[in-house]
């Protein structure tokens, strides 16, 4: 009896030691695992006392808990630490079946589906133990149900191994470890002994194995750590009201920005805060360009950016508000000094804006580096298909009947870097595959299209220059689509592909058929000339060929240099 007690104990001090180092980005899963333990070592500790057989199905209604739901939390937390998806609904079947059986479970004494009549109890050691089990058809069906978690789970480790090079192997080995000792606890244990009950010990140990786990995978995600760093002490603030104008939360940062801040109560109005940041929301939700706001304290001078508070993957409802405070004094300052020596500073002002400029190009052009690191077949592409569009668009500047403004050249130039930003999103093991794609794996690809024009909105998000934007993102969305409508992802046809985007296409192709891959050696030129003049009017805009033709020249000559 005293092994069950030690094992209740031990268990809740696991709880207290999950506590002590939870973080709010550990998995639910090990959250679930480590509460239910305790249950299912109390059950066995009213097994072990019981003084009748009513008694004793108690506990051993609280014990099968751990076949029904502490296997298949063990299991989702393998499969989310593997990156192994499961969608919702197959989650909410595995979890509706595992509570249908366990339902059974609850008839033991009073249907004969699980057991068959009471079984006996008996007592070695102290402690009482149940014996004379007859199980019924639904118990047979719990270990089938039970065989079929731990085989999966078992497969997702074995794949994992196989496939699954992100995965740390250290954590993998611990995970082999956690289930092996649970197939023993819940199989083997009956070989050893029907006496004592192994399976307290089992759950212990792998609740400890998985505390292990959760603590160590922080180690491979930095985010996290830097997450939360950069939110309680970076150089932003942050501030967040309900609808109703209720005091939410506040950072640190923004605490010693602004002290009032400090003498706010959670879920309660302050007069000081709806007289600051009232007026503010009603000019926001008047205009939403009125989005910035400033706070003089003292010599500082704050900015203040209001937006909504949005919860919730479904419809984002609108939960009240957020405000982001920077110190903006120096911007400030640069102001005062542009209006008192405006002449002066004038020439300044250009500098840092076009150093600005060049640094935001510098971060993109950065990023779509970055993401060409990952894929082994199209170094250099980002730049041969820049220089390809410039190419082509100087030629149609000449044609004076086409009227293309500067400001669209120069967009249109300065978007082709972006054009495969998407790409970042795709598996390396597709990205980096040396040769053809399956159909699923090149329908994992062509996503990269539809994935780009979001990261592009989101990294030009706010931009002054509308025109750039928008070129920016349907370069990125669309350089895949044909003219006779066969391309992806829209499938878009004729002049519904918008103009960048065709532009686009003859540079991402022409570059693709004169360069080396990994997969294919590069075309000659009349090659990749016959192939890209076949295509006008089926892949390509037909009223782009005249420009084609007279920039093939300089084309072949720009690709001749990079020999």
């Keep these: 009896m005293g092994f069950y007690y030690a094992m209740l104990a031990f268990s809740l001090l696991m709880v207290i030691v999950y506590a002590f180092i939870f973080h709010k ?3 639910i899963n090990i959250t679930i695992l480590t509460i239910l333990v305790p249950v299912i070592n109390f059950g066995f500790v009213v097994m072990g006392n019981a003084t009748d057989i009513k008694e004793a199905i108690v506990g051993l209604k609280l014990s099968y808990i751990g076949g029904c739901f502490v296997l298949i939390s063990a299991m989702f937390l393998i499969c989310n630490i593997c990156g192994v998806s499961i969608k919702p609904w197959q989650r909410a079947l595995i979890v509706l079946v595992s509570a249908g059986v366990y339902s059974t479970s609850l008839t033991i004494g009073h249907l004969d589906i699980f057991y068959k009549g009471l079984p006996s109890l008996a007592s070695f050691g102290g402690a009482s133990y149940i014996t004379n089990k007859q199980y019924g058809f639904m118990h047979t069906v719990f270990y089938v149900m039970v065989a079929l978690y731990y085989a999966f789970t078992i497969f997702i480790i074995i794949y994992s191994f196989v496939k699954k090079k992100h995965v740390s192997r250290t954590i993998l080995g611990l995970i082999v470890l956690a289930v092996t000792i649970a197939v023993f606890g819940f199989f083997g244990s009956r070989i050893i002994t029907s006496k004592v009950e192994i399976l307290p010990a089992t759950y212990n140990l792998g609740v400890v194995i998985y505390l292990i786990i959760a603590s160590r995978l922080r180690l491979y995600d930095a985010s996290d750590s830097v997450t939360d760093a950069l939110v309680q002490k970076g150089n932003t603030g942050f501030v967040s009201f309900d609808h109703k104008m209720k005091y939410l939360d506040s950072n640190e940062t923004a605490n010693e920005m602004i002290p009032e801040l400090k003498d706010l109560v959670v879920d309660k109005q302050s007069p000081w805060a709806n007289e600051t940041f009232l007026p503010w929301i009603k000019a926001y939700e008047e205009n939403k360009e009125n989005d910035i706001q400033y706070i003089h304290k003292g010599d500082k001078v704050y900015l203040v950016q209001i937006g909504l508070l949005e919860i919730g993957h479904i419809g984002h409802a609108h939960r009240g508000y957020q405000f982001f405070i920077t110190d903006d004094t120096a911007n400030q300052q640069y102001i005062e000094l542009i209006k008192n020596y405006n002449n002066q500073l004038e020439e300044e002002v250009k500098k840092k804006t076009a150093s600005i400029v060049e640094m935001h190009d510098k971060l993109v052009l950065g990023m779509a580096t970055m993401v060409e690191g990952r894929d082994n077949s199209t170094g250099g592409h980002i730049k041969r298909t820049s220089d390809c569009v410039r190419i082509l668009v100087d030629e149609m500047k000449k044609d004076p009947n086409l009227h293309l403004s500067e400001s669209f050249c120069k967009a249109m130039i300065k978007a082709a870097p972006m054009h495969d930003l998407g790409k970042i999103t795709v598996d390396d093991a597709i990205l980096r595959k040396p040769g053809k794609y399956t159909p699923e794996e090149f329908a994992i690809m062509k996503t990269h299209a539809a994935e780009g024009a979001r990261i592009v909105k989101q990294i030009l998000d706010g931009t002054d220059d509308k025109e750039f934007y928008q070129i920016a993102i349907n370069v990125a969305h669309y350089h895949h689509e044909r003219w ?34 990994v997969y294919k050696e590069r075309m000659s030129f009349e090659q990749a000339n016959s192939i890209i003049m076949d295509g006008m009017g089926k892949h390509f805009d037909k009223s782009l060929e005249p420009y084609y033709v007279r920039a093939k020249e300089k084309l072949e000559e720009y690709y001749k240099s990079l020999d």
């Design 25 to 27: 980005h550990f998995d």
């Design 484 to 517: 006779d409508g066969s391309g992806y992802p829209k499938g878009l046809k004729g002049e519904e592909i918008p103009y960048e985007a065709r532009i686009m296409a003859i540079a991402d192709v022409y570059d693709a058929l004169v360069s080396k891959r």
